[in-house]
């Protein structure tokens, strides 16, 4: 049992393991937190170019349709 236990403690392959997950879900919460930033700073600007796109449709259907 003293073997066993001793080649349990010694042996890292688990370890390398979860800081492998640690590091890929590292990675996920950091690319979310962006898109979050990111998609959350263009809500203003893309409501103002489809505003402006609105207005230059309707400006130019009616010209078109007397």
């Known amino acids: 049992m003293s073997k066993f236990l001793s080649a349990f403690l010694s042996n890292e392959d688990g370890?390398?393991?979860v800081e492998?997950?640690?590091?890929?879900s590292a990675l996920v919460v950091g690319a979310i937190a962006i898109g979050w930033l990111v998609l959350g700073n263009m809500k203003a600007p893309a409501?103002?170019?489809g505003n402006q796109i609105n207005s230059t449709a309707s400006t130019t259907t009616s010209v078109?349709?007397?």
């Open 15 to 17: 370890l390398v393991t």
């Open 20 to 24: 492998w997950v640690a590091l890929a």
């Open 47 to 49: 409501n103002t170019i």
């Open 64 to 66: 078109a349709h007397p």
